[in-house]
């Protein structure tokens, strides 16, 4: 291996995808912690920290020391996990109160987010996976981050803009929609989900909008609240509804062979989980929170099973690079 260890042979091998792991620990600690399982949220947390600096530091090493492997992998539409993983740690730091931090990460994902997403737009094609959805994942992850922000702050052009990311959010979607190669419902090896997890974070994006209206930070007026709250709820059902078919795609057509772009499966599941108890919350729809619960629990069996088959792949790659 001319003196690189067989660690740092497999971790250069790492796809701009690996960074959905992040996305999935991360929202898989939203809702464990909105489900009320504070203690494995916390763990969850410290995982997503843990996944989040190596994959930092990889980032920061690539574009230094390989800017022309760094320009090729920024087209990507897995690059734009880079901005919804800071965005989903983020969040779950507001949620502790760590508004500082969740600031900063806001402040980082802004930066990398216009950047990255011209680059992948700019090199859409025809026919594409699931990840083509990860333009509307990444701006609705700003407009989470911002939304959630924005109450805990009290802070209302931070609302306002955050609207302004749904929306565009929502028009990134339908750009993606008939780019979206149809076969990869029955083909694909994970990122499928994606389709149905763009769908997800745009309705946690709407609840997060909702809640953050209050009496100390006046938002919207009868006629915006309304047209959100339809809005979103209309977006929970249509992601309950892919959630659905891309299950049924699962057992039609079985792929079980471990695929990195299985975190990508993960993420869109927890993200429909955290999505139901948050629309709940805002629209008052109690009877959301027993089926969004078990979703979360989905998700948990999900992401253990996903990192067997990580840590089983990572083994043999590396008595393979010895």
């Given amino acids: 291996m001319s003196g690189i260890s067989p660690l740092r042979a497999w971790w250069a091998q790492r796809p701009p995808a690996a960074g959905a792991a992040v996305m999935a620990t991360g929202i898989m600690s939203v809702g464990l912690h909105l489900a ?21 530091a990889d980032f920061v090493v690539r574009l230094a020391r390989d800017r022309r492997r760094w320009a090729q992998e920024a087209r990507t539409p897995g690059a734009l996990t880079a901005v919804a993983a800071t965005t989903m740690l983020g969040t779950r730091f507001s949620a502790l109160g760590w508004q500082t ?70 028009a990134m979607y339908g750009l993606a929609v008939p780019r979206f190669e149809w076969r990869q419902i029955a083909q694909g090896p994970g990122d499928q989900w994606v389709a149905g997890g763009a769908l997800a974070i745009s309705a946690l994006a709407g609840a997060r909008l909702l809640s953050a209206d209050s009496a100390r930070l006046y938002l919207w007026n009868d006629d915006d609240r309304g047209v959100l709250r339809v809005v979103t709820v209309a977006l929970l059902v249509l992601d309950l509804a892919w959630y659905v078919v891309l299950l049924a795609a699962e057992v039609a057509w079985p792929r079980l062979r471990y695929d990195v772009r299985r975190w990508a499966t993960v993420f869109p599941m927890g993200m429909t989980a955290t999505a139901t108890l948050s629309v709940a919350a805002a629209v008052g729809g109690a009877w959301l929170k027993w089926p969004g619960r078990v979703l979360v629990w989905v998700t948990v069996a999900a992401w253990l099973t996903v990192a067997a088959g990580a840590a089983a792949g990572a083994r043999a790659a590396l008595r393979k690079a010895r």
């Fill in 101 to 170: 931090l969740a600031e900063a990460l806001l402040a980082l994902s802004v930066v990398l987010w216009p950047p990255l997403l011209v680059l992948v737009v700019r090199h859409w094609k025809p026919r594409m996976p699931g990840a083509v959805f990860l333009a509307c994942v990444a701006t609705q992850g700003l407009a989470v981050l911002g939304a959630t922000l924005a109450a805990a702050v009290t802070t209302a052009w931070l609302a306002h803009l955050s609207l302004v990311l749904f929306w565009l959010g929502l």
């Fill in 36 to 56: 009320g399982a504070e203690t494995v949220s916390r763990v969850a947390l410290v995982l997503t920290c843990v996944l989040w600096v190596a994959l930092a």
